[in-house]
C-alpha cells in the first residue's frame, strides 16, 4: 500500500519552531518531488513549500520565505519542513504530497499530484 504518513504537527507558541516529517511507505520516493501544502479553516489549500527529486531545487510561497526550510532524505524515504518563527496566520493542517511529473514550482500551484498524505495539525497559539 502507497502511504505518505506526515508526523510532527502540534500546538506552538508564535516565534516558536516546529519540524514536520513526512515518511513514504511502499514506495521510493527518489522518483518524485515533494511538497508541503496546507489549508487553514475556511481557505483553500495552498502550496508551502516544494522540493525536487534530488533536492537541488526547492520553491517556497512568499508567506514562509525565510522562514521555512524544506528538506529531503532519500536514504530514509523522508522529507522535511523546519518551521520557524511561526505566526498564528500558521495554524492549518499540513499535508505532504508526492509527483513523479511536474517541477518544484508547478507542483506547488497544484498543477498535478500523484499522491497525498492525511495531513497533521499545527496551531500556533499563545
Known amino acids: 500500500q502507497l502511504q505518505l504518513v506526515e508526523s510532527g504537527g502540534g500546538l506552538m507558541q508564535p516565534g516558536g519552531s516546529l519540524r514536520l516529517s513526512c515518511a513514504a511507505s511502499?514506495?521510493?520516493?527518489?522518483?518524485?518531488?515533494i511538497g508541503w501544502f496546507r489549508q487553514a479553516p475556511g481557505k483553500e489549500r495552498e502550496g508551502v513549500s516544494c522540493i525536487s527529486r534530488s533536492g537541488g531545487s526547492t520553491y517556497y510561497a512568499d508567506s514562509v520565505k525565510g522562514r521555512f526550510t524544506i528538506s529531503r532524505d532519500n536514504a530514509k524515504n523522508t522529507v522535511y519542513l523546519q518551521m520557524n518563527s511561526l505566526k498564528p496566520e500558521d495554524t492549518a493542517v499540513y499535508y505532504c504530497a508526492a509527483d513523479s511529473i511536474t517541477t518544484v514550482q508547478p507542483m506547488c500551484e497544484g498543477v498535478h499530484v500523484d499522491y497525498w498524505g492525511k495531513g497533521t495539525l499545527v496551531t500556533v497559539s499563545s
Open positions: 511502499g514506495f521510493t520516493l527518489d522518483y518524485y518531488a
